[in-house]
């Protein structure tokens, strides 16, 4: 079964320190993507980070890095130097093309970060 | 413009009532999807539109309808709604849907209430 799981439903992290939000995927997919989006309380999906199954290198964008180990089937995002405005629920996602019907996108159960000044 | 714009914001609705909720981009994308949103939880896909034509229904029940008029429009029209309909509502549009790559871009959510 394809499924994305996040095992840490709430997490703090002192301002400027950098913390790490853990992502295990499962799929006998070959070709997959995977996503990390922020979800601030207004409600607004962000996203952050994008990582292909074929990428050899890890993805980055600007303080957002996404560790990828396939072996392990896990894409845990690290948030460097966090900011008060990094406060938020974070989701990891999966994007699988789904035979005859096309590609979705399917969440895990998210994990909040709280930063605290 | 990357935006996806949903409307209206806020809704609330009684349970005999029929009321529509819109959303657009004009990005020239050419999926676009409906996700519903309870508190605290993840997004659940509902329908997928693939160049104007329904892809994807993952077993909506049919006092949700979605209609998608062109590229650019996306619609879900509501109908004898229950309270635990009540939900945060997201569009989202990406490039095409196919293959695993290509992020959804997603609007701000339309609140749904209903009593």
């Known amino acids: 079964a394809q499924k994305i799981t996040q095992t840490q439903p709430g997490m703090f992290v002192q301002e400027k320190e950098a913390v790490t939000l853990d992502c295990t995927y499962d799929?006998?997919?070959?070709?997959?993507?995977l996503f990390w989006y922020k979800q601030p309380s207004s409600g607004e999906m962000i996203f952050l980070i994008y990582?292909?199954?074929?990428?050899?290198q890890n993805a980055t964008e600007g303080r957002y890095s996404l560790n990828f180990q396939k072996a392990r089937k896990s894409a845990n995002l690290v948030i460097s130097a966090s900011q008060l405005g990094d406060s938020a629920m974070y989701f990891c996602?999966?994007?699988?093309?789904?035979?005859?019907?096309?590609?979705?996108?399917?969440f895990g159960q998210g994990t909040e970060l709280s930063v605290k000044p | 413009d990357t935006e996806v714009t949903q409307t209206p914001k806020h809704l609330v609705m009684g349970m005999t009532n029929k009321k529509s909720l819109k959303c657009e981009q004009h990005?020239?994308?050419?999926?676009m999807y409906w996700y519903k949103q309870k508190a605290k939880k993840p997004p659940e896909l509902m329908f997928v539109?693939?160049?104007?034509?329904?892809?994807i229904n993952e077993s909506v029940p049919s006092r949700f309808s979605p209609e998608c008029p062109n590229s650019s429009l996306l619609n879900l029209h509501l109908h004898a709604l229950q309270p635990e309909d009540s939900a945060l509502y997201l569009c989202?549009?990406?490039?095409?849907?196919?293959?695993?790559?290509?992020?959804?871009?997603f609007g701000e959510g339309s609140r749904l209430t209903v009593l």
């Open positions: 799929t006998s997919d070959q070709s997959y993507g």
């Open positions: 539109y693939s160049y104007e034509k329904l892809s």
């Open positions: 990005m020239g994308h050419r999926a």
């Open positions: 996602a999966m994007r699988l093309l789904i035979y005859n019907q096309g590609g979705k996108l399917i």
């Open positions: 989202a549009s990406s490039q095409d849907d196919r293959g695993p790559t290509g992020e959804l871009f």
């Open positions: 990582q292909g199954s074929y990428d050899e």
